[in-house]
């Protein structure tokens, strides 16, 4: 899904980012979570 570059040149600005993102990232993430279990409640008492 996601490909990285690991070239030396790119690698600080790389980690940067991801100090930068890493919580919007994980906020996003637990969003889809959130989302998918949501959808997966609304399958389980559809069926029953």
């Known amino acids: 899904m996601f ?3 690991l ?3 790119t690698d600080a600005r790389f980690f940067d980012a991801t100090e930068n993102y890493a919580l919007t990232f994980q906020m996003y993430v637990l969003i ?3 989302n ?3 959808w997966l409640a609304n399958q389980i008492t559809s069926i029953c």
């Open 3 to 5: 490909t990285w570059s």
């Open 7 to 9: 070239s030396p040149d």
């Open 32 to 34: 889809l979570k959130l």
């Open 36 to 38: 998918w279990l949501k």
